[in-house]
């Protein structure tokens, strides 16, 4: 099964340094020993070693409660990147997490969330909604985000977490999971969650992965104080390197357009897209950022010719990805500190 579109990656048993220290870590806590949108970034170790330090603090260990007020269920926090993975029309990581809903145990809400109902339990399903709504910048669903304020860094983490995986996913991987797309029937997907039943219900020992990472920074302050936000800092300097990989026209053209975009998947007749021939760099970051899964063979071709390399294509979607994160991240750091402005510390 090609699952690579546009790289040829590191794979954990010719990984080395870093890279190998994070793969390793990856099987022990994820349970997925190469999780394909991870390994199509380890051109680049300081892209790889940062989304899995993000992946990891806010969904699998879900903060470090440093608020004291008990911490997010998984099946909580599987619902934000689903929810999240179905406003950005990433099948990849739809079927993933409905899988890993069905580890956690919750088969039921797995395959109502995969046939587009709505989870039983009203509070599941608002976590559900908000997760979708996060894409939509002007959404009501994020005036009164639907947990109290000891849970917004696992689920703010686990939200950007996913619009940056969902991005780098469409971009640069094909849809399937499994050998001849096998996760489309139901018995499969349950036999694939039950398999991680184990790892996914184990607990972490949060800040772990950042010990991957070179001087991460605190981080924002919705991530209060738990090891998400230094990771998110990590990611954020790692992905915004991709900048230097665009002239100051492209550069400025790519962020204005992220900058006023009001969550939609672009039209088919997308005037704002840059040319292919005359400007590939700012069309594969735009597509990265608004509508990755419009990404094409010959978008890619027209721009990595040499001297750009797996590395250079890597670190420019990510660039793309990460300025829509951005702008995802500036509205929802503002409604966390308005809608908690007025809850006790």
Known sequence: MATFRYTDPVHAKSATGRTADAYAQMADDFGIAEPAPLVTLSPAPELFTATWALLREALLVGGDDAFGSGGTTRTDRELVAVGVSLANRCPFCVNAHTM?????????VAERVLRGEQPEDPAQARLLAWGKATRAVRAPELVSPPFPRAHAPAHIGTALTFHFINRVASSLITEAILPCNAQRFRAVRSIGGRTLQKTVRRSFTPGDSLSLLDDPQPGPSWAGGTPIGPAYAALRDAATMGAGLLDGADLALVRTEVAAWDGAHPPPAWEALPDRASRPG???????????????DEDVAAWKKPPFSDHCLVHLIAFGAFTAVDRIESVLAAQYSTHHAKEPS
Do not use: S
């Open 100 to 108: 890993m809903l069905h580890a956690t145990g919750d088969h039921r």
């Open 282 to 296: 700012a069309r594969l970051a735009l597509l990265a950022a608004l509508a990755p899964y419009r990404i094409t």
